[in-house]
């Protein structure tokens, strides 16, 4: 699903810069026809204010009074002369108004030329005025719409640009915990395994002096059975002995008779004893060696058991800690790419306010003065056309 994300995002990512390029290559067009137009405006405006200037110059009165001297006194006493007077003032006023030179340069045709040239010449302008209305209007409305799409595509990068950031941070944390985790594990198997060595160590010298044990302990039951055994033949002997007396003939002369020591038993009891006592001894270090190698043997398996435990948990950590670094290195990409996305949406921004915002300040006054202009033109085409004022 990530991955579906990115691609989504580079794929939105690519339309939106060919339309950058596409928007900034015609932005760039329509500034330079702008500059163009304005250009050949002023132009026209100039030569125009010169043109005048020449035409009210006094030579150019007196002669063109003397050529037109007739036509305006045969014309004065006519409602045309009228018409003539009134168009010329209004479209005057208007151009003192709105600063436009044309509108004296109407006033002027409107004193010399014919009607239907004066009344051509104010339907061109006023198309023209028309259709300036709606460029501007249309021009309003896409940098609104312009800035709004930027506004919104800049707030979207930013949201992506944070968020980018934030994944970036979370990644480094999981990194540096996985990285503590694969650590720790590695430890505990070093410690599992010294400790393992030390119980072996152990089990061995335990085992050594179970055999040292066992060995003495044989040795000190073979001794005393000798020794037992050499007790018994003699008092035996001594038994035999004194049956044999007792069947002959007691002599003339009383003669003292051996008899064996009274503490004889108890020295036999005390070395069957110690023999017995031996073989106790042999036989609970036999059971404490088979209980320290099974101790010993469970020590091998848990050992074994935790350290293959650990070293999956090493292998786990060390795969998600590789798919943790993959996906910073690519968010560190997308990263880079965003900030670019924003730099870019940053410069169009202020080329946009470059180009509109003084459209967009003065658009009201600009639409109401150009419909002022429209509305003198028709006033005074409707004075041409012998309307009356009121």
């Not at 650990?310 to 670094?325: D, F, W």
Request: contains cysteine; aromatic residues 4%.
């Amino acid at each position: 699903e990530a991955k579906e994300d990115l691609e989504q995002e580079k794929k939105v990512l690519g339309e939106d810069t060919e339309f950058l390029k596409n928007l900034e290559q015609m932005c760039s067009e329509g500034r330079k026809n702008f500059d163009e137009r304005k250009n050949a405006r002023l132009s026209e405006m100039q030569a125009v204010a010169e043109t005048i200037e020449i035409l009210q110059e006094d030579d150019a009165r007196d002669a063109m009074s003397g050529t037109y001297n007739s036509f305006v006194q045969e014309s004065s006493t006519t409602k045309h002369s009228e018409a003539r007077r009134r168009a010329a003032a209004a479209l005057r006023a208007q151009a003192l108004k709105s600063k436009n030179p044309a509108f004296s340069v109407l006033a002027t045709s409107a004193e010399l030329d014919s009607f239907t040239k004066v009344k051509k010449a104010i339907d061109d302008m006023i198309s023209m005025l028309k259709t300036q209305q709606e460029d501007e209007v249309k021009k309003n409305d896409w940098c609104k719409e312009e800035l709004h799409k930027t506004d919104m595509s800049t707030a979207k990068a930013n949201d992506k640009r944070d968020a980018l950031q934030a994944q970036i941070g979370e990644l480094d944390s999981t990194i540096k915990a996985l990285d503590d985790g694969i650590a720790a594990a590695k430890a505990q198997i070093s410690q599992l395994q010294l400790d393992l060595q030390r119980a072996s160590e152990d089990r061995q010298s335990e085992n050594a002096e179970f055999q040292k044990t066992i060995a003495d302990q044989t040795m000190t039951v073979e001794v005393l059975k000798k020794a037992l055994d050499r007790l018994a033949k003699f008092y035996d002997l001594l038994q035999m002995q004194g049956r044999a007396r007792a069947n002959r003939q007691t002599p003339p002369v009383p003669q003292m008779e051996y008899k064996p020591n009274q503490g004889a038993g108890g020295v036999m009891e005390m070395i069957e004893k110690l023999i017995h006592e031996a073989n106790d001894l042999k036989l609970e270090s036999k059971k404490g060696e088979s209980e320290a190698q099974a101790a010993y043997e469970q020590t091998i398996a848990d050992t074994n058991g935790s350290v293959e435990a650990l070293q999956k948990e090493i292998v786990s950590k060390t795969k998600a800690r590789a798919e943790a670094h993959k996906d910073k290195l690519q968010a560190k990409a997308d990263l880079v790419d965003t900030v670019k996305e924003l730099e870019g949406l940053s410069k169009y921004t202020a080329d946009l306010h470059i180009e509109c915002d003084y459209l967009m300040k003065n658009f009201g006054v600009r639409q109401d003065g150009r419909q002022e202009e429209i509305e003198a033109l028709q006033q005074a085409k409707q004075i041409l056309s012998g309307a009356s004022l009121s």
